[in-house]
């Protein structure tokens, strides 16, 4: 079955440097690839998704790259923000007629330093 | 627009019992999946309910049960509670098309001593 790597597992970083976490799946019939935000004690919410036959995307400071040949995709958060320390899940899904099954990641922890 | 709703919040319970969660999916959708996640870790997909029928299962023990009314909502039932369930469990719904996008839930959080 599918399987996802994600990496790092914390990162800290300085108000308006970039973020970077990356992430490997093992399905290559996978192809829809979501991130979420995690605060703590609340829901998981969408941030930003990709297809793959889309390289990149990008909304506002987030972007999200895919390589489907190496099958990685990564998230990328520019001029980082307080606001934004929470933790990051990628996941992956086979998406056909409708069935959708979220493979996630361990997760990464931010932590934004103003 | 209602989001995706779910009931209790928290619930205690010891080990062997059996427990009813409750998952009510965001307006629009028929679609609803369900998720552990075991504190400091990624959720795990246990099932997901279409028109009434789980249609897909993640690797969870028959303890783990679900049910999907008519008007969309869900239960997860689990029986003979163990240590190892005390977790968040999140339901998430979509609307079964090609652009599916997964709205969860606020989760709840089941401690088992």
């Known amino acids: 079955g599918e399987n996802v790597e994600q990496h790092p597992s914390t990162l800290s970083v300085q108000e308006g440097d970039s973020a970077v976490i990356k992430c490997t799946y093992s399905?290559?019939?996978?192809?829809?690839f979501p991130w979420y935000k995690q605060e703590l004690g609340k829901r998981p919410q969408l941030i930003i998704d990709?297809?793959?036959?889309?390289g990149e995307k990008k909304d506002q400071r987030i972007a999200v790259t895919l390589n489907k040949t190496a099958k990685h995709f990564s998230l990328h958060i520019t001029e980082t923000q307080p606001e934004d320390s929470a933790v990051y899940f990628c996941?992956?899904?086979?998406?056909?007629?409708?069935?959708?099954?979220?493979?996630f990641g361990t997760g990464t922890r931010l932590l934004v330093s103003p | 627009d209602a989001g995706v709703t779910q009931s209790p919040t928290h619930l205690i319970k010891t080990r062997g019992q059996q427990v009813t969660l409750r998952c009510s999916p965001k307006?629009?959708?028929?679609?609803v999946s369900w998720y552990q996640q075991a504190l400091g870790q990624g959720p795990q997909f246990i099932f997901q309910?279409?028109?009434?029928?789980?249609?897909q299962r993640g690797n969870f023990p028959d303890r783990f049960s679900g049910h999907q009314f008519p008007n969309y909502s869900s239960e997860l039932n689990v029986n003979a509670l163990l240590l190892g369930d005390s977790a968040l469990y999140l339901c998430?719904?979509?609307?079964?098309?090609?652009?599916?996008?997964?709205?969860f839930g606020p989760g709840t959080r089941l401690t088992v001593l």
């Open positions: 996941a992956a899904s086979i998406v056909n007629t409708g069935f959708q099954k979220l493979v």
């Open positions: 990709i297809r793959s036959n889309v």
């Open positions: 309910y279409y028109e009434e029928e789980e249609r």
């Open positions: 998430a719904s979509d609307s079964g098309t090609s652009t599916d996008t997964q709205y």
């Open positions: 307006s629009g959708h028929d679609t």
């Open positions: 399905d290559s019939a996978s192809n829809y």
